[in-house]
């Protein structure tokens, strides 16, 4: 299941919410490429709920560009 990510406009694959700081590391991992941070309020509090890309949802894996355009040069008559 994958949730929309309002921040960059790209599929998460899980959200997660927090009410207090923490620490974020992704240089070794292996399963996320990024997390995008989305600030709200609950009850009063704040909270800001994470967004968890993964490498093949940012296109950090092989993208690939396939520009082919159907030839249409056939107009013999
Ligand atoms: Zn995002």
Do not use: K
């Given at each position: 299941m994958s949730v929309h990510c309002p921040v960059c406009d790209t599929p998460s694959d899980s959200v997660s919410v927090h009410d207090r700081g923490l620490m974020v590391n992704l240089?070794?991992?292996?399963?996320?490429r990024r997390v995008c941070f989305e600030p709200f309020e609950r009850d009063g509090r704040p909270h800001v709920r994470f967004y968890h890309h993964t490498h093949e949802q940012v296109g950090a894996g092989d993208v690939e560009l396939t520009d082919a355009e159907p030839t249409d040069a056939e107009s013999a008559d």
């Open positions: 240089l070794d991992n292996a399963r996320y």
